[in-house]
């Protein structure tokens, strides 16, 4: 048999899901298959406990004393978003908690005695600055003052923008200070902003677990005419003409104009740019030094263990119904910079000890090797060391543009009047 759509994705991702349901929203006729029996791909949420077993290989089972294999969703990819978790960041052996407000500021131990008035200064500053109002721009040139030169403008040392740029800018890269300070200065912004939205926490995490997601999105494509078909292989993508025609798959062929798939649908069609470590560790404790924190995100700046990359932790519990009662879920994450990637992340390890059980992915970080115009055929980048979905929500805009032709506006996108 043979049906036409106008897109094909492969894959249920949370990527290729959220542009299934915009396209679909659009009306499109979209097909979307996935030759896996469960959502989510690489960002799905295992359950039961047993099936994170069986797919790390372990030898032995779960220990009875993790509870009922049924209770646990555990994220293979965790992320937050920035919008019930603390923030910490890590400095000289030990964890801190991140000031957030002007209060914070006041009593954190993060901060010398002077730095706390010029830091709260400084967060003033920057909730009130606005690009087009030189009036809140205080004698700073936003277009040429560096983040480096504005935490000198406002007399703040290097262990101060460390955290700041770190720890709530969420920038991993030192080359950002010395970049233009507006950058820095809207993720501060917007850290602060979730901050006080929610007041425990920046940060937004689903119950059951990230593979939620894609799942409700994926419902939405549906209610919008979306076509969905999971466990079922890809036998062939058809070309024709240098362009994508169509996919084949058990015996039957599906034609469209255009696709989106993840790498591992074209794995000739990418390249590796980098690798990550990620160390999901079973635990019955919480984080030391964490106020005995149900969930938590810690930044290890690169600084601190003498690397180019930071180190992130993210902790989740049995109170986001991802884990038996009294079980946390911590994952060590980071970009790869020697051949002993394990040895990269102990320090990180040492924080959550002891650790009842560990399961490590190593995987490669690719990105497509050509942007789709030729071949209609569009790719995901593979999910990277961040914990936030930032650069997720840039790859979706620019594989939109490169779709349609046109910008996508989040704003615009209605998402808020649909059941997810």
Known sequence: TMQEYDIIVLGTGLKECILSSILSMHGKRVLHIDKNPYFGGEIASITPLEQLYKRFKCPNPPSPSMGRGKDWNVDLIPKFFLCSSVNYVYRAGRVHTVPATEEDALHSDLLGMFDKRRFRKLLHFILNFEVGDHRTHQDINPKETTTRDLFKHFDLGP???????HAMALQHSEDSLDQPCTESIKRIRVYLESMARVKSSPYLYPVNGLGELPQGFARLSAEHGGTYMVNRLVDEIVIEDG????V???GDLFRCQQLICGASYVPHSVKR???VIRVICILNHPIKHTQEASSCHIIIPQAQLHRKSDVSISMVSCTHNVASEGMYIATVITTIETS???REVQ????LLQPILQKFVS???LVVPSEDGAKSQIFVT???DATTDFETEFEDIKDMYHRITGTEFCFAEARFEECDL
């Open 243 to 246: 362009k994508v025609a169509g």
């Open 273 to 275: 740019v980098g690798r």
């Open 248 to 250: 084949k798959s058990q």
């Open 362 to 364: 190593i995987k490669n």
């Open 381 to 383: 980048r593979s999910y």
């Open 340 to 342: 002993n990637p394990e």
């Open 159 to 165: 262990e101060v923008m460390e955290f700041a740029v």
């Open 347 to 350: 320090p990180a390890l040492e």
